[in-house]
């Protein structure tokens, strides 16, 4: 299973909106209603920040927004803060019993 | 609270063997689908095998037949034993709740993997 495909870096200032997409195949992100999107700032664990394409876990802010079109999810970050600073990670499950990731993204607020 | 504590990195020899705990509290193991995942030095995440909570197990192409998922359920712990160990396999292994939705992460346990 190939990993989903994320562009290396994305930037924006403060208070901008930016998109991060995560595109695989049908066999994973068309395929499944299971996009997930993580957050990680260095050297700490992941932090889950969409669910199920749209969802938010409790606790994460409403400017953090999942969608999905075709086989290509997105991750949009609204109001840009400074601790929005991080790598972030997509997932897709796959069937089967296995999950793959995407190669992330890190996250600049200029 | 939820929190998975791992346990049991170091520093290993090529084809040596290494066995990782995830200790849980706040959720029991035998009710949720658990996951391994790592992260090679400056790399991003891969996952690596999953135990469902109705004792299936499923592993990544480049681990199985060479790390075993399982759990003990009276210690509500999680475990990785790892065989065959490879300089590819050097990375943080943290535990998480779930497979397709992984809400609860460890704090991770650096393994490497080298002569």
């Known amino acids: 299973q190939s990993a989903l495909t994320q562009p290396p870096s994305a930037s924006g200032s403060p208070g901008q909106s930016v998109t991060i997409s995560c595109t695989g195949t049908?066999?994973?992100?068309?395929?499944?209603?299971?996009v997930s999107w993580f957050q990680q700032h260095p050297g700490k664990a992941p932090k889950l920040m969409i669910y199920?394409?749209?969802k938010r876990p409790s606790g994460v802010p409403d400017r953090f927004s999942g969608s999905k079109s075709g086989n290509t999810a997105s991750l949009t970050v609204s109001g840009l803060q400074a601790e929005d600073e991080a790598d972030y990670y997509c997932?897709?499950?796959?069937?089967?019993?296995?999950?793959?990731f995407g190669g992330g993204t890190k996250l600049t607020v200029l | 609270e939820v929190q998975l504590v791992e346990s049991g990195g170091g520093l290993v020899q090529p084809g040596g063997s290494l066995r990782l705990s995830c200790v849980v509290s706040?959720?029991?193991?035998?009710?949720?689908?658990m996951s391994w995942v790592r992260q090679a030095p400056g790399k991003g995440l891969q996952w690596v095998a999953a135990?469902?909570?109705?004792?299936?197990?499923y592993y990544a192409d480049s681990v199985r037949g060479r790390f075993t998922i399982s759990r003990d359920i009276s210690k509500n712990t999680l475990y990785l034993q790892m065989n065959s160990l490879r300089p590819e396999d050097t990375a943080v292994y943290y535990c998480?709740?779930?497979?397709?939705?992984?809400?609860?992460w460890g704090q991770g346990t650096l393994v490497t993997v080298s002569s």
């Open positions: 997932s897709s499950y796959v069937g089967s019993g296995h999950v793959v």
């Open positions: 706040g959720l029991t193991v035998r009710s949720n689908d």
């Open positions: 199920e394409v749209t």
């Open positions: 135990i469902y909570s109705g004792g299936d197990t």
């Open positions: 049908s066999s994973d992100v068309g395929g499944y209603n299971y």
């Open positions: 998480a709740r779930g497979l397709a939705n992984l809400n609860y």
